[in-house]
């Protein structure tokens, strides 16, 4: 299939595929190469298979001990000097592909390489004196189905290891290694499709970016972290669109430091290796080597003399043998003008992380279907606490500490949700739950009920919104006693606000009393009972503060935005964590960027911190990502919510790859990652 056609096609099936970003202005011109270059090295031939992959071996001990390591098919692994001798390998696998994972556990590099006879992923450590790979136990990492690419990522996230194989019916496998009682294993976390002819991949760590070849479209761009978008992104296209040839074999990673790095391209159409700037993208021109006939896989480093190796499996030889050709960084820096590591790359210090102690059950419907919690917290046994969760769907979750569920309410699309105690009602005090309900477009209410722990409907009939699309809600009791429900409306960010109050059947009912507009959509709000403040965010922009009074009026202040700001659309939900004497925390759902920013809940709202929630492998839970709504407590919940908890929507259920649900994270363990003074 032609390059254009395929771009065609691929756009008119785009919904068999991941989602798909086309460049603006394709370039349609192909430089040619600027130079030829001679091999540094040639290995020795491969004495039966053919070189097919290849990775650098660099000692954690000695930074210009470097090694090249080849998967050579039926020879299976070999391990080369740069000056091309063989010294040794491993002959018991018919290795297709090979990656080193550098620092994997104790500084130790970790080989990884796929088993064509068995369809597997096997790991490998190299025993420098003899130079030979021997197995690490453990349960190899089954593929059911060919292999034909592999690479792999430590997230400067959770510092935990990632491993891709591209299978060759076009799916980007994830999984994430871990140990368990008999070894190293891989638990698989997501899969992507990405087309029939994807191959090589390699991973940026800089900007957490997997590139992917397709041999005849070009090279495709994804998110590496688990809990990414998996929309796919152009990143070059073959002719006529862009500037490759119509076969893309392997793909590289030269590292410069922490931020920077070169992409390399095996060109086979365009008998080359293309170089292009990472992130940015600019391509930087092309290379030939002398002797190169046919690049398969390619490697680069840039640990060693020379500012570090590229290293280039030639599969098909005049002579029948093939063979790696090795060429010294320099010697490609200063042909097309790059430049060079200047030393150890030192990691940049990521956000801080936690991890969630549990998960509730997947919720029936499909989709964007769990939306907001919140958490009622019991008067008299906080052990008995409940958990609510909307289904936006279909209705109103009721779950215990652990996760369970105790109740579901089928009342509707009900949207979001929060609870309040101290409302009069027959005679009582009695604890409220209000939700939005887009259903009927009103409010639902409910008491809950200490000793049973459910919840029953309470309101005085259908008390109508006042809007076409009622979505966010929170509630609000003012010091003079009266407690309040804030509405907002889908799309327009325009808000009503309710007091609730009693009927003389006994019931609740409602009335509006102030209404504003924050400008476009808006769904997360909370508001501080004690200090009078209700924070709005609005998706598009950031997070507003307002005051929660009746008369308050329109007035606001900016507490922090997307534009230059630490928000990343869209801002979701908002909760507090509220401390003696004025302190806390405000709590914001950053979507865009799948994690949590954190302010003081004081009159200034100072930036804490920022802080994402990932995978326990140990727990068997994943990360939570993409989040709509977020509630926290302050209220001590036990032993393992000692200092509170936090409970949030998680948008992306992968590990495997499920409906939504609710992650329940606790906030001891958010309050040590950020470190706050």
């Given amino acids: 299939m032609k390059p254009y056609f395929a771009l ?11 989602p798909v970003t086309l460049p603006e202005n394709p370039t349609t011109a192909a430089p040619e190469a600027t130079s030829l270059l001679a091999a540094a090295a040639v290995t020795e031939p491969s004495q039966l298979g053919g070189a097919v992959s290849a990775a650098f071996w660099v000692n954690p001990r000695q930074a210009d001990d470097l090694l090249l390591i080849g998967a050579t098919g039926t020879t299976g692994l070999e391990v080369y000097t740069l000056d091309g001798r063989r010294l040794g390998g491993n002959t018991d696998i018919e290795a297709g592909l090979v990656d080193v994972l550098p620092g994997f556990e104790d500084d130790t590099p970790l080989v990884l390489a796929y088993d064509r006879r068995q369809s597997s992923i096997l790991p490998f450590i190299l025993d420098r004196p003899s130079a030979r790979l021997l197995p690490v136990p453990g349960s190899p990492i089954p593929i059911e189905d060919e292999l034909v690419g592999l690479c792999s990522h430590r997230s400067r996230l959770s510092d935990n290891w990632f491993v891709f194989g591209v299978t060759d019916a076009g799916l980007v496998l994830q999984w994430e290694l871990y140990r368990d009682a008999t070894g190293l294993a891989g638990r698989l976390l997501r899969s992507i499709p990405a087309g029939k002819g994807s191959g090589s991949c390699v991973v940026d760590p800089g900007d957490a970016e997997l590139y992917l070849s397709d041999e005849e479209f070009g090279i495709w761009r994804f998110g590496a972290e688990p809990e990414s978008d998996t929309t796919r992104a152009v990143f070059d296209l073959a002719q006529p669109w862009g500037r490759l040839g119509e076969e893309i074999k392997g793909i590289g990673l030269y590292r410069v430091d922490a931020a920077h790095a070169y992409l390399l391209v ?22 030939q080597i002398d002797g190169l006939s046919e690049p398969e896989g390619l490697a680069a480093t840039h640990a060693g003399p020379a500012g570090g190796w590229l290293a280039v499996a030639d599969e098909d030889e005049s002579d029948g043998a093939t063979d790696f050709k090795v060429l010294g960084w320099s010697a490609l820096a200063t042909a097309l003008t790059l430049d060079s590591a200047a030393g150890p790359i030192v990691e940049p210090a990521g956000n801080a992380t936690v991890k969630p102690h549990l998960e509730t059950p997947i919720v029936a419907s499909y989709g964007d279907a769990a939306d907001d919690p919140a958490i009622w917290v019991h008067p008299e046994d906080a052990r008995l ?15 215990d500490l652990d996760g369970r569920e105790l109740q579901f309410l089928p009342d509707g699309q009900i949207n979001n949700v929060d609870v309040r105690d101290g409302f009069s009602l027959g005679g009582e005090e009695v604890s409220l739950a209000v939700a939005s309900n887009r259903t009927y477009d009103s409010l639902s209410i409910y008491r809950i009920d200490p000793a049973s722990r459910q919840l029953t409907a309470v309101a005085e009939g259908l008390i109508p919104a006042q809007m076409n699309d009622p979505y966010g809600l929170c509630l609000y009791q003012s010091r003079s006693g009266d407690t309040y429900a804030f509405v907002n409306n889908g799309g327009d960010g325009r808000f009503v606000q309710f007091r609730l109050f009693e009927t003389p059947s006994g019931r609740v009912g409602a009335e509006a009393v102030r209404e504003f507009v924050v400008g476009s959509q808006s769904e997360g709000c909370v508001a501080d009972d004690e200090t009078g403040v209700l924070y709005v965010a609005e998706e598009g922009f950031g997070i507003y503060r307002y005051s929660a009074e009746p008369d308050g009026g329109s007035e606001r202040t900016v507490i922090d935005n997307i534009d230059g700001g630490r928000l990343t659309a869209d801002v979701e939900g908002v909760a507090l964590w509220i401390g003696p004497e004025g302190s806390g925390y405000l709590v914001a759902s950053s979507q865009g960027a799948d994690n949590f920013v954190v302010y003081r809940r004081d009159t200034d709202n100072a930036y804490v911190g920022t802080f994402h929630v990932v995978a326990d492998p140990a727990r068997g839970i994943d990360g939570v990502s993409e989040t709509d709504g977020l509630e926290v407590t302050s209220a001590a919940l036990g032993p393992d919510f000692p200092q509170g908890l936090m409970v949030a929507q998680d948008g992306r259920n992968i590990a495997p790859e499920e409906r939504q649900n609710f992650k329940f994270v606790s906030w001891e363990d958010i309050i040590q990652a950020l470190e706050p003074d």
């Fill in 8 to 18: 065609v096609t691929l756009v008119l099936l785009g919904a068999c595929h991941a």
């Fill in 385 to 399: 606490s409940l958990v609510l969760g909307t289904q936006k769907a279909l209705g109103l979750h009721v779950y």
């Fill in 266 to 287: 095996a060109d086979l159409g365009a008998e080359h290796i293309g170089v292009y700037s990472l992130p940015e993208g600019e391509y930087r021109g092309s290379v």
